[in-house]
């Protein structure tokens, strides 16, 4: 469920720095999700492994906002994104847990509109003309898989799970550089709806509005409350405290911001959970 939120925004954002290449810095991006969850244990209950575990989840809090805002009330998105993570928040407060009944809902429901957008991409003539890539750039591409790993963790720990998103993320990179190409994928935070356009497709636009929604609330709700429990299981306090701080950068952060912080943490999480693998081989 996070890739269908993430992509949102992350895809438009890792094509501005690497162009075509962002169809490689997707692969990649996948190959490393599958490797972490092969051969990595679980993040541990150590002080920096709680932080960076915290850091990582409220920061893909704070993307589902920012993309929620750019995408349902593209003319005040900072406010909308702001007020998303006060509701995010009292929802924590009040217990509410997105259970697996309604998250394989949700996940269906996602997976039927990337067929859908898929197909459609596929079947219509794209619009822009290919050009060939300049040689990649180590930057750029660095960019792009910084800001797309985040999203291409299972929902649950397992290989075969983050392979199966992987691939979906492959496959949306893939058909929406063929229909609108590296400079109008990457132009705006918002270029879904120009794909849409592009392939033909203005009169689905309310839809996307639907998938946006969909696609953040949920999940969003899930990754604040384990965020919140990465801190502190003390729900009214570590509650307001987290709601409090992702509200303002919700309100202030654009979606680059929230994507490298989204990035850092889940890099920092993943070289944590490198340490504990060879600390627990050294002990063995």
């Known amino acids: 469920m996070r890739l269908a939120g993430g992509l949102l925004v992350a895809l438009a954002v890792?094509?501005?720095g690497a162009g075509y290449w962002v169809l490689v810095a997707a692969v990649v991006a996948a190959v490393?999700?599958?490797a972490v969850e092969a051969s990595l244990p679980p993040l541990g209950d150590t002080r920096p492994e709680r932080i960076a575990g915290s850091v990582s989840r409220l920061g893909l809090v704070l993307v589902f906002a920012t993309t929620f805002?750019?995408?349902?009330?593209?003319?005040?998105p900072g406010a909308a994104a702001a007020v998303f993570a006060v509701v995010v928040a009292a929802a924590d407060l009040a217990g509410v847990r997105l259970g697996d009944y309604a998250a394989r809902w949700v996940t269906g429901l996602l997976l039927a509109a990337a067929a859908s957008l898929i197909a459609i991409c596929v079947g219509i003539p794209p619009l822009a003309q290919f050009i060939a890539p300049d040689p990649p750039s180590v930057p750029g591409l660095g960019l792009a898989v910084l800001v797309l790993l985040p999203f291409l963790a299972p929902r649950r720990p397992g290989a075969g799970r983050a392979a199966a998103v992987g691939a979906v993320a492959v496959a949306i990179t893939a058909v929406a550089l063929y229909q609108l190409g590296p400079i109008r994928l990457g132009l705006s935070a918002t270029s879904f709806r120009e794909l849409l356009a592009a392939a033909d497709a203005v009169s689905l636009l309310p839809v996307l509005t639907?998938?946006?929604?969909?696609?953040?609330?949920?999940?969003?709700?899930?990754?604040?409350?384990?965020?919140?429990?990465?801190?502190?299981p003390e729900r009214p306090k570590a509650t307001l405290a987290c709601g409090l701080i992702v509200a303002v950068a919700a309100a202030f952060a654009g979606p680059v911001v929230a994507l490298a912080l989204a990035g850092v943490g889940t890099l920092a999480e993943s070289v944590l959970r490198v340490r504990a693998r060879g600390y627990r081989a050294r002990r063995a």
């Open 14 to 16: 890792a094509t501005s």
């Open 32 to 34: 490393l999700a599958v």
């Open 69 to 76: 805002g750019q995408y349902l009330f593209p003319s005040a």
């Open 210 to 232: 639907v998938v946006a929604a969909v696609a953040t609330v949920p999940v969003a709700v899930d990754a604040f409350t384990e965020g919140r429990e990465r801190l502190s």
